[in-house]
């Protein structure tokens, strides 16, 4: 059983960074493409970015240019790099896995807590 544990989580004031990890059990790269899903307080959950085995990545528009998405694969570690941060950025990360062959995504974090204050 995969189990994926994301760390990084904390308050910081707008215009901050934040770099939140995954940490994988096992090595599922070669089989999933990795995800950050984000929701917040009364909001469905929101996608904001994913990054395949091969490094290829893509984002949610009302991040791009300010989140990185990125991995370490010997480490079967994904992350998320976060600068210029806004209130809107609040809500709870999840990393998430997502097969390559069925698209669904098959495993999940717990969660780890962001919240962009002053």
């Known amino acids: 059983q995969v189990q994926l544990v994301e760390s990084g989580g904390g308050l910081v004031q707008p215009g901050g960074s934040l770099r939140l990890s995954c940490a994988a059990s096992g090595n599922i790269f070669w089989f999933y493409a990795m995800s950050w899903i984000r929701q917040a307080p009364w909001k469905q959950r929101e996608w904001v970015a994913a990054i395949t085995r091969g490094g290829r990545t893509n984002y949610v528009d009302s991040v791009k240019r300010r989140f990185t998405i990125s991995s370490d694969n010997a480490k079967n570690t994904v992350y998320l790099q976060m600068n210029s941060l806004k209130p809107e950025d609040t809500a709870v990360y999840y990393c998430?896995?997502?097969?390559?062959?069925?698209?669904?995504?098959?495993?999940w974090g717990q969660g780890t807590q962001v919240t962009v204050s002053s």
């Open positions: 998430a896995a997502r097969s390559v062959t069925t698209s669904s995504y098959d495993y």
